[in-house]
């Protein structure tokens, strides 16, 4: 499988998670979610470290092994590189990318139906958004975003924005996904990185806590939280490769089931 070359650590460990996607979970008709978090930035250099165009043809392979109803991508530069990834998608894919203010953008891709909006901050960078709908009317809001990579009061900024944004705009079942720019494990109670966390934590759950490191340097940095009455996490996994295309980012995946009704009393 040309998804991959394994990490030189844990390898039989590892086996289970590089494996083909399993089929999507199903209960009473409707089929569980697949949703992808990926930073498909290149190692960070001073003059650049976005997306590079001859690196998407592999993005889309991994798309389309991975199979997911909904991608969320950071570092693309702007709509014509998003054009160039839906293009080598096909037919199906839809997205958006917003232009802001800064010169590396978080892109939402999806394959059902969906409605995009915007979430400007603040500070000038934005996520992208949309409200997406399946079968037996259940919708999700889900909003791909990139918090500050240097500074953690813009990070807590950027974060409680687009988290107030995206509850006003959500009716129920919201994700939030992408490079959050911290790891939580490795910082102080007090710090604002924890503050952050705490924040999300309290209205959403951490999708991927039990997932692993996102980042070469062993860092976990990308997340997904969420909250929704009709599906669960049953599943979160970071796809490690090695060298990828001097990529610093994994993808992380995370599978959600069908939550089955509970009768009336």
């Known amino acids: 499988m040309a998804l991959l070359c394994l990490a030189p650590v844990g390898v039989a460990a590892l086996i289970n998670r590089l494996a083909l996607p399993r089929p999507f979970a199903s209960q009473g008709g409707v089929p569980g979610l697949r949703l992808l978090s990926w930073n498909i930035g290149r190692v960070h250099l001073r003059w650049e470290s976005r997306a590079a165009d001859r690196d998407l043809g592999f993005v889309a392979q991994v798309l389309r092994q991975v199979d997911p109803h909904v991608a969320a991508l950071q570092e693309l530069r702007d709509p014509t590189q998003l054009g160039r990834l839906l293009a080598l998608l096909g037919h199906g894919w839809r997205g958006r990318v917003p232009l802001d203010a800064y010169d590396r953008r978080a ?146 995946v995370v599978e959600l089931e069908p939550v089955t009704p509970r009768p009336p009393h």
């Open 107 to 252: 892109a939402l891709l999806w394959r059902v139906r969906g409605d995009p909006f915007e979430i400007p901050t603040s500070t000038g960078r934005a996520a992208q958004g949309a409200v997406l709908r399946f079968e037996r009317g259940r919708v999700l809001t889900v909003v791909s975003l990139h918090l500050d990579a240097f500074d953690a009061s813009r990070r807590l900024l950027q974060g409680q924005e687009i988290l107030d944004a995206a509850l006003r705009t959500a009716a129920d079942d919201l994700v939030l996904a992408g490079d959050f720019n911290f790891d939580v494990a490795g910082v102080a109670r007090d710090a604002l990185d924890q503050r952050l966390y705490r924040l999300l934590t309290s209205t959403l759950s951490d999708g991927a806590v039990r997932a692993g490191a996102t980042s070469l340097t062993a860092r976990r940095i990308d997340y997904v939280f969420y909250r929704s009455a009709h599906w669960r996490v049953s599943d979160a996994r970071v796809l490690w490769q090695e060298g990828i295309h001097g990529m610093d980012h994994r993808p992380l």
